[in-house]
């Protein structure tokens, strides 16, 4: 391409976005879309019942 050619092109307009601000709107574009996670299973059982062993008790009433 001539020079003059290349001096008759009108400017191109660049837009400047920071790379933290294009990967931050990823990160938040991937999270909208992303239906939520089912619970683990064993998150959703009941913890079973703890088993009284009298010791703590026996040492608070002592110390009272």
Same mark, same amino acid.
């Given at each position: 391409?001539?020079?003059? +050619?290349?001096? +008759?092109?009108?400017?191109?307009?660049?837009?400047?976005?920071?790379?933290?601000?294009?990967?931050?709107?990823?990160?938040? !574009?991937?999270?909208?879309?992303?239906? /939520?996670?089912?619970?683990?299973? +064993?998150?959703?059982?009941?913890? /079973?019942?703890?088993? +009284?062993?009298? @010791?703590?008790? !026996? !040492? @608070?009433?002592?110390?009272?």
């Amino acid at each position: 391409m001539p020079a003059t +050619e290349r001096d +008759e092109a009108p400017p191109r307009e660049v837009s400047a976005v920071p790379m933290s601000a294009l990967l931050a709107s990823c990160a938040a !574009a991937k999270a909208v879309s992303t239906p /939520p996670r089912l619970p683990d299973p +064993e998150a959703a059982r009941p913890n /079973p019942p703890r088993r +009284e062993t009298g @010791h703590r008790e !026996a !040492a @608070h009433r002592d110390a009272a």
